[in-house]
């Protein structure tokens, strides 16, 4: 083979050398591109993968809404707040953000009589509601507009002290709200330390006063009270208060004197009868006198007229 076939085949054997030398060089290049380039894609999905976890979830929040409030997890004399959604002759349906509606019943609109169920409420209207009964079987919710008494009776024990409010004036009394199921009655002598002729002279409806509670009859579900009770005395009185205090503390400490004895019934009864038999012996004494002095004059008279005659 002669010395030019030889540098040909050569350069042959050395030409795809080079190609697949271009080729890798070209797909080297490539590569670092797109590895340049991928940083921002990854930073981009990095942020957004971010952002969606710094994002609230909107569904989280309803699902712990209906777990926290469910018909298996309400209570008697829970406090919601719900809307009027319908309203009936017999009461009102209340919408409290469960599937089941509350019914708030006519007599538990108000504490007084209410007529009408739209002379308190009204379709839309947002309302504060207390859960009364709940039937899971039946899917049923009782509700109530009356607040749940605070203070039952038999939780009220005698000279407690308690706040209420006036709720209505009677000419023997107040009567005040304190929180229980019976309002309390504070009678005109139990208002204050003066003289009044009627409590409106001193209290008013609505205003707020501490009493003391003087009785609670259960029986009788009656609860007696007190303003006076927790006034300062005037000072007439303790004075006397004060007085008594000292005469007390005299004679514990032994400084009064002895004061005369007391009489006893047998003594009593002895005076007493000496004291009649007295009175009879006045009155005998005195009949007595009477009856000389009508003797005297019978006899005066007889002398007068036999001296007439005589003349």
Not at 177 to 188: F, K, N, P, Q
Not at 206 to 225: A, C, F, I, S
Request: charge should be negative; proline fraction near 5%.
């Amino acid at each position: 083979m002669s010395n030019q076939e030889l540098e040909t085949t050569k350069q042959a054997a050395e030409e795809p050398e080079t190609v697949e030398a271009a080729d890798s060089e070209v797909s080297t290049e490539a590569t670092e591109t797109e590895e340049e380039a991928a940083p921002p894609q990854a930073e981009e999905t990095a942020n957004e993968g971010s952002a969606e976890e710094a994002a609230p979830s909107t569904d989280a929040p309803e699902g712990d809404a209906s777990e926290s409030l469910s018909i298996h997890n309400l209570k008697p004399r829970q406090s919601l707040k719900g809307t009027v959604k319908n309203i009936t002759d017999f009461g009102a349906f209340i919408d409290i953000g469960l599937p089941q509606d509350g019914l708030v019943h006519i007599s538990e609109l108000a504490k007084r009589k209410v007529e009408k169920v739209t002379d308190v409420v009204e379709p839309g209207q947002e309302v504060d509601i207390w859960v009364k009964r709940i039937d899971k079987k039946r899917g049923r919710i009782s509700l109530t507009m009356v607040k749940p008494i605070g203070l039952r009776l038999r939780d009220i024990a005698d000279d407690s002290e308690i706040e209420g409010a006036v709720t209505r004036l009677e000419p023997y009394g107040a009567f005040v709200d304190i929180g229980s199921e019976r309002y309390g009655l504070v009678h005109i002598s139990q208002i204050t330390h003066d003289y009044i002729k009627h409590p409106e002279d001193t209290l008013t409806v609505g205003e707020t006063v501490k009493v003391k509670v003087l009785k609670v009859n259960r029986k009788k579900r009656q609860v007696d009270l007190s303003i006076k009770a927790l006034l300062p005395p005037p000072v007439e009185v303790q004075k006397v208060e004060e007085a008594k205090e000292v005469r007390k503390v005299k004679e514990i400490a032994g400084e009064v004197e002895q004061e005369d004895p007391v009489p006893t019934a047998m003594a009593l009864a002895y005076a007493a009868m000496q004291t009649k038999s007295d009175a009879d012996d006045s009155g005998e004494d005195t009949d007595f006198v009477k009856d000389k002095h009508k003797r005297k004059n019978e006899m005066n008279e007889i002398v007068a007229r036999t001296l007439a005659t005589s003349e």
